[in-house]
């Protein structure tokens, strides 16, 4: 699901280091928000165009999300760019966080158009302006909301990414030395279980009993966050959160 690992990959030391501290952000705010799926895995290893991933797997089938489950998913989708920030420093933030904006992005604005979750623009389902295009020619355009909501709508989508960033960015200063913790233990290891990633929080080192430093046997798993490399436009990008998946 996850695509087949690329260890031949060539990656600098600088591109590991970032994608290990990258990728641990996105474990630790899925560690401490207010709901989430279980951590099951992440990797630096480079799979498919993703340069390193955290995997959740839900519990059960899930037919219907929470506020607070979305606005969660909103903090860890967060986290990647608020760990490289905080690490490298804002001039050195790249952008491996791009699929993790655009599927903010999404999931926020379905958020306010879809589901109701905005005070200010009420229960209503407001549809996107579209253009048509007859023969390669003539373009009509189709405007189901006027400017005014358009603009309401992109001030509530920005204010939820926002609150999202700042409790993203809140929780990786209040628990800094266990993300680093994570982080290190990525770039040791390259790959770790939730399991693991929990005993390093506790201090622990992951107990690897195969006799040399290779990861754990891999099980399916739907990937919630990467890293992406920059890459010419045309092709979708790699989810990286779902139902979702990152």
Known sequence: MM???????????AEKKLTAYHEAGHAITALKVAVADPL??????????????VMQL???????????WMVSRLVIMMGGRVAEELTFGKENITSGASSDIEQATKLARAMVTQWGFSDVLGQVAYGENQQE????????????????????????????????????????????????????????YETLTGEEIKALLRGEKPARDLGDDSTPSRGSAVPSTGTKKDEPKGGEPEAGLEPQPH
């Open 58 to 68: 839900p519990e059960g089938d899930r037919y219907s999300m929470s506020y607070k």
């Open 3 to 13: 695509g087949a690992e690329r260890r031949s990959s060539a990656m600098t030391e």
């Open 40 to 53: 099951h895995k992440a990797t630096i290893i480079p799979r498919g165009r993703a340069l390193g991933m």
């Open 133 to 188: 295009v007859f023969l390669g020619h003539s373009v009509s355009q189709s405007k189901n909301v006027s400017e005014a909501t358009a603009q309401k709508i992109d001030v509530e989508v920005r204010r939820l990414i926002d609150e999202a960033y700042q409790e993203a960015r809140q929780i990786l200063t209040d628990h800094h030395d266990g993300f680093v913790a994570i982080a290190e233990g990525l770039l040791e």
